[in-house]
Structures are given as structure tokens and as C-alpha cells.
């Protein structure tokens, strides 16, 4: 009932810039969070950042802080990850996620457990 669209992912080079963004459409909740996790070849899907609705509650991977930054807009019901300053280690397929309901604990938005949707990924490539 809900689909997640992923766009914004391509190719940079170390030290650049690039934003994706996540659509979603269909039934809409009162309470949900969104959050961004990636997977890189021979490895497990990583948490990288959550926020809740109102913006109130955002959460970073210790990897990601100081570099990205995630922020919501509900008007389109679009959640964006500026991502900066990006390194080859970045290179991943990147997907999106939303969870229906009241719960932004830690423990919940940083788990792909945790969430309810997934968008089909977007493939972030950085070259050094």
C-alpha cells in the first residue's frame, strides 16, 4: 500500500557531493519515520540515517556524522539524504525506508527490522 521511489545516486568522485531523495506515495499515516540504510558487496545492510515526522528525532551512523545530514519534507512526503565530502568506502546501493507508527526509539529506526517499507535502492559509486 505504500511505495517507496529512490532517486539522486550516481557516480562522484572522493570528496564530492550528491543528494538522493525518497518519495512516498499511497496510505499515509499520522506517525511514521523515515529512515536511509546501505549495503555495500559483501556486506549486511547498514543503518545510516532515521528521522521521525516532525523532525524531532534524527539519528546518525557514527560512519556518517558530520558528513550527511537527512531532513524530511512532509508537504511531499520526500525524505532527502545530502550526503558530503563523500569516500570510495561510501559505495553502496542505497535504500530508503519508512515505518508506520508512534515508535522512534533508537533501537527501532537504526534496525531494518525496524521498518515497514523499502524503496528498490539507489546505487552510490564514489571513485578515489
Known amino acids: 500500500q505504500v511505495q517507496l521511489v529512490e532517486s539522486g545516486g550516481g557516480l562522484v568522485q572522493a570528496g564530492g557531493s550528491l543528494r538522493l531523495s525518497c518519495a512516498a506515495s499511497g496510505r499515509t499515516f499520522s506517525n511514521y519515520a523515515m529512515g536511509w540504510f546501505r549495503q555495500a558487496p559483501g556486506k549486511e545492510r547498514e543503518f545510516v540515517a532515521a528521522?521521525?515526522?516532525?523532525?524531532?528525532?534524527?539519528y546518525y551512523a557514527d560512519s556518517v556524522k558530520g558528513r550527511f545530514t537527512i531532513s524530511l519534507d512532509n508537504a511531499k512526503n520526500t525524505v532527502y539524504l545530502q550526503m558530503n565530502n563523500l569516500k570510495p568506502e561510501d559505495t553502496a546501493v542505497y535504500y530508503c525506508a519508512a515505518r508506520w507508527g508512534p515508535n522512534t526509539v533508537v533501537v527501532v529506526l537504526t534496525t531494518p527490522t525496524g521498518y515497514d517499507y523499502w524503496g528498490q535502492g539507489t546505487q552510490v559509486t564514489v571513485s578515489s
Open positions: 528521522i521521525s515526522k516532525s523532525g524531532g528525532t534524527i
